[in-house]
């Protein structure tokens, strides 16, 4: 069960950093954080990630995590991120590797696991764009940014993410890989990375991107070593 206990703030420097000094000091798994703004909010790769007041939710969650992070574990989230989304009426969501979720082609979520894995704890952090209107984008993001759109309230959107990430959590691997073919917005596409350029071609059970050279080379991509640029 995830959302019990519920710690909501109106604003907050960063709720995974909340969740994560609540699970240091013994926090039980399935522990939520909330906020209605975020004023030091943490992106992936070191950038950050804007939650205006009461248009986005920031919401954290401890899980429980014993040896490392699995490579699907994040992707689980992505999935929990998507099913969250639909919803809220969004329509249909997909997962961009890693970590993004897409609406109509743009980002309108994304997720961020920072784990202790030796501690036997992760916090899983997802921020969704509830009611920001694309003006209120910052102008290098805005368009490539997007809201799940009027309607979408801060605690409805905390309640489908409690059952969905629980829900993800526990699914086979199977179950998750045969859903994120379905919901693989990279699928075709042309990639690049610090390594080269190719064409996404699936999600492999490791949680890597399988990219294919021009050269018919298959590359499998982990999360945390590459950054994808549009080729
Ligand atoms: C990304 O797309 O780079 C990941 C963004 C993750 C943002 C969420 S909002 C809730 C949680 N608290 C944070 O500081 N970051 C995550």
Known sequence: MIGLPRHHFDSIGSTNACARELAAQGAAPGTIVTSAEQTDGRGRQGRAWSTPAGKAL????????DGEVPGLFPLRAGLAACDAVEELGGGPAEVKWPNDVMLDGRKCAGVLVEGRPQDGWAVVGVGINLTIEPEEFPPEIRDR???????????AATEALNAA??????????EVLATLERRDHLAGREVSWEGGTGTASGIAPDGSLIVTSPDGTTHHLHAGEVHLTPA
């Open 58 to 65: 920031a919401w954290s969650a401890i899980v429980s995590l």
């Open 145 to 155: 940014a997007t809201s799940v759109g009027s309607g979408a309230t801060l605690d």
């Open 165 to 174: 990430l629980a829900r993800w959590l526990a699914a086979p691997d199977r």
